[in-house]
């Protein structure tokens, strides 16, 4: 019990999407699995779930399309290419509070460095 859980595909007959989280609950005695819903807390039995997994953390890729009360966005110690201005953008899924874990030399480099896309979309439209 209190295993959270993260919605891994879309199940549209249980209304679920990628990325919905939950906690599992002793629901009636049985294993469900406890999702917010808009008019307060809906239980699903764990035989009813489609693809889900045990969800501890997510990226920021991941994560969006959702929000959360808290977030809390970590960046490696050491500055990294794979860390850009883009790792920041955690803080748009947090509605109360963002907690950053970084070292400044790795701050400093996700801040200064440009997000540079590749798609070559650019040069299609606009040759």
Do not use: C
Request: aromatic letters at 4%; proline letters at 7%; charged letters at 20%.
């Amino acid at each position: 019990m209190g295993r959270p859980i993260i919605v891994v595909r879309n199940d549209y007959l249980n209304h679920l999407n990628n990325g919905d989280v939950g906690v599992l609950v002793a629901g009636g005695g049985r294993p469900a699995v406890a999702f917010p819903a808009p008019d307060g807390i809906r239980e699903l039995a764990t035989s009813q779930l489609g693809d889900v997994e045990t969800w501890w953390a997510m990226t920021i890729h991941k994560s969006q399309g959702s929000e959360f009360r808290r977030v809390i966005v970590s960046l490696p110690r050491h500055p990294h290419r794979s860390s850009p201005r883009a790792s920041l953008h955690g803080h748009h899924r947090a509605s109360e509070q963002v907690t950053l874990v970084a070292g400044e030399a790795a701050l400093r480099a996700a801040v200064a460095t440009p997000v540079a896309r590749a798609s070559g979309l650019g040069e299609r439209l606009w040759p």
